[in-house]
Structure formats: structure tokens, C-alpha cells
């Protein structure tokens, strides 16, 4: 396979001259750090009192990594990156919202994401935080009384639960069961994002509690790994003996993780061993040993492939090679957020793989804390901004406008 990561005219050809301009604009900002410190400050407190900067946030930051206010609003874009055989990944961006009516509202949402999803020709795979379904403290607490060898094969201690407590992660239960009943029903695949380490352990428990009951035959139901974490490696390989044990089929998305300096705060303020590895190698390297493990057609797995790393996508792509994949196999998707790394997906379609788009919707306030972490990943992932920017210069120097 010819696969190149520099073709800038296959990776905008989506994007009109105007919007590359934008978003040379946005990419430049972007790489200021003062600049995005001064944002993130400033935005929420905007918002609370009511200034006029909705309009300012929907023609720049919410245009570039959004896929517009509404359900409705992201048939467009889905339309437009069809035309180029790039899918989509629908996910709901509103989080941070506690109460049963709350859990029960974003429940109900999920369930019209599915259906539409349903409808559409490109959209095979829609995304759930289970912290918008979910109290975060009684993950917490679940978490604190988990045993992992319990945890691999879907089982989790509720001994420590008040009776009330019980009922609530009953409820939530019934939320997942209720979606991943939708998901089978219209052959839709539900994406279940990771969460902080200190409650991610309810998390997988129930995603392979709900993996035994939907992924009989093809999966419905992915969890999601974050390889950055030195021992999800260990749980991949140790989650899907269990699968192969129990006749079920594992779908994983493999990501590097999103929440480092927040795990490594945590980590020495609770005196505890730190979960990250210690460095950008060594996460590479976990990465890259997942994907190898999971794409091994011995090991009867479904993956997506969600990385803005170029030489971790090459190396998927090898694999399939190596293993005699089709390079439209089911078994395997590429993703990217919406807003980066066109580059990557772009040039993935045109060379015939699944290639997708991670795309968030919301109305703006409640999309904002998603908006805020693609800000601060700009700015403070070593060199992200600068790759971006400079293919973007690059395609609008090709174009010489």
C-alpha cells in the first residue's frame, strides 16, 4: 500500500479556501500558550454571566471541532466527509451533569443517537461516557472494593453499597441495558469511552457484562483501553482470554490517554504507585503492542484504532498486510477527532480502510469542557499544534490562495 501522511490535497480537499484559512487562524492561536491559558479562564465565567461570546466560540473553536448544537446539525458534516469515504463516530459532548433525571435525559439521547445513526449510511459506531449515565463517587466507591481477576470476567463487589446505593448502579445497569439492547437492535456499535483510573473498574466490569450478553455473533458493545497506562496491556490480553472462554467476541478502542497530569497529581497527593508510564516511549511502545495483539486474527478481535499518531497508523496498516486483511476489514476502524489530523484520515479512505471521524455535538455551554481539553491538548501535546499548522500552510501553499 501507498500510503502517505503528507498528501495535503487528499487530506482538505473537504475544506473550502476560507475554512483552511480558519483554521490556520485557529491552529496558529492555538500554539500560543498565554493565549489558551487566558481562554480557558476567561470562557466559563463568560458564559455564567451572560457576555456575547457564544458567537465568537461557534465560528472558531466550536466550527473547527464540533459537529454542530444539535443531532440534525451533524448531518452535514457527516454528508460532506461521506463524499470522501470518511465515517463518522457520533458522541454526545455533554458531561459533568450529576442526577437519576439528568442520567435518565442523556439515556434517552443516547438511544435517539443510535436510532439516527440507524439511518444514516456512514455512521457505524456511536460513543457513551459512562460518567454522563453514572455517579462519579459511587464509580469511585465500586472502584475502591473491585477485585481485578473479578473485574476481567464482568463481576463487581457491591457488599459496601447502602441499599439506596444498590438501587442507584442498579439503575445504572438498566441505562447501559436499555442502549446496548438499541445498539443490537439496529446494528449500530456503541463505544464505550475510558475513564480516570480510579473508576475505571466498574467500567470494564459492566462493558464485559453487557460484551457477553450483545457480542454473541458481531460486536455491539467496544470498551476503550488507554495505553498509557502501563497496565492495560495486561487487561486486554487477560479481558479477551475471558472472551475467547466464554464464546463472546471483544471489541476494544486502543487510545493513548487523555488524562495524564491529572493521573499523576492524584497519584502523589493519594500516595500511591503512579498508573502512567514514565515516559512518551514507553507508551508508544504499549500502544503499538496493543494494536499487534488485537489486530492478530488468532486472538478474534474487533478494533478501532484511535490515534493521532502517524507511525502507530502506518504500523496497523502493515499489520493488516502482514495478516492478509482486506483493507476494509470490519474487524478494524481508524478514528481521529473531528478538527485534526485530517492528514491521517483522509489519506486512510482514500487508500480504502475504515477510516472515521470522532464527532461531538452539543449546545454550546455544554460542550465547552470537551472544547477546553482539545485546547489544552493543542497546546500542551509537543508538537500537535505545529504538525497541524504546518500541514495546513503546506496545502495553502499548494493552493496559492
Not at 444514516?120 to 453514572?134: D, E, F, H, R, W
Not at 469511585?140 to 481485578?148: G, V
Not at 475471558?242 to 497530569?261: D, I, P
Request: aromatic share 10%; net charge neutral; glycine share 6%.
Amino acid at each position: 500500500m501507498n500510503l502517505s501522511f503528507e498528501d495535503t490535497q487528499t487530506a482538505f480537499a473537504y475544506k473550502s479556501d476560507k475554512e483552511l484559512k480558519n483554521a490556520r487562524f485557529l491552529f496558529s492561536s492555538m500554539g500560543k500558550e498565554w493565549l489558551v491559558n487566558l481562554g480557558l479562564a476567561i470562557t466559563p465565567w463568560a458564559l455564567k454571566v451572560g457576555l456575547p461570546v457564544k458567537g465568537i466560540i461557534r465560528k472558531t473553536i466550536f466550527q473547527q471541532f464540533v459537529g454542530g448544537e444539535t443531532l440534525e446539525k451533524t448531518s452535514a458534516v457527516a454528508d460532506k466527509l461521506g463524499k470522501f469515504d470518511v465515517k463518522i463516530i457520533l458522541d454526545y459532548g455533554v458531561e459533568g451533569k450529576e442526577g437519576e433525571a439528568n442520567y435518565d435525559e442523556a439515556t434517552e439521547i443516547f438511544i435517539k443517537v443510535i436510532q439516527y445513526a440507524a439511518s444514516q449510511p456512514n455512521i457505524p459506531y456511536m460513543s457513551v461516557k459512562m460518567t454522563g449515565l453514572a455517579r462519579f463517587a459511587l464509580l469511585e466507591k465500586l472502584n475502591d472494593a473491585a477485585n481485578y481477576n473479578d473485574v476481567v470476567e464482568g463481576k463487581l463487589s457491591l457488599e459496601g453499597l447502602s441499599p439506596q446505593e444498590k438501587t442507584e448502579w442498579e439503575n445504572v445497569e438498566k441505562r447501559i441495558d436499555h442502549i446496548c439492547k438499541e445498539a443490537q437492535k439496529t446494528k449500530v456499535g456503541v463505544l464505550i469511552d475510558a475513564e480516570d483510573s480510579w473508576i475505571q473498574h466498574p467500567v470494564d466490569a459492566l462493558v464485559t457484562k453487557m460484551m457477553m450478553k450483545y457480542n454473541q455473533t458481531v460486536p455491539v458493545i467496544y470498551n476503550t483501553a488507554q495505553l498509557y497506562r502501563h497496565d492495560r496491556l495486561q487487561f486486554i490480553k487477560d479481558n479477551n482470554e475471558f472472551a475467547k472462554k466464554s464464546q463472546f467476541t471483544n471489541g476494544m478502542k486502543l487510545v493513548r490517554g487523555a488524562y495524564l497530569e491529572k493521573e499523576r497529581e492524584r497519584a502523589i497527593e493519594k500516595n500511591y504507585p503512579d498508573p502512567i508510564n514514565p515516559d512518551k516511549n514507553a507508551t508508544d511502545h504499549e500502544y503499538n503492542a496493543a494494536v499487534e495483539y488485537c489486530l492478530n486474527p488468532a486472538n478474534n478481535m474487533y478494533t478501532v484504532v484511535g490515534s493521532h499518531n502517524e507511525d502507530s497508523n502506518k504500523f496497523a496498516v502493515e499489520l493488516m498486510e502482514k495478516y492478509g486483511m482486506a483493507k476494509n476489514s470490519v474487524n478494524v476502524y481508524f478514528s481521529q477527532l473531528y478538527g485534526m489530523s485530517d492528514n491521517i484520515t483522509f489519506n486512510l479512505a482514500k487508500e480504502g480502510c475504515n477510516a472515521s471521524k470522532y464527532l461531538p455535538f452539543g449546545p454550546i455551554k455544554d460542550v465547552i469542557p470537551y472544547l477546553m481539553r482539545r485546547a489544552q491538548e493543542n497546546s500542551s501535546v509537543s508538537g500537535q499544534t505545529g504538525r497541524e499548522l504546518g500541514l495546513i500552510k503546506k496545502e495553502i501553499q499548494r493552493r496559492g490562495i
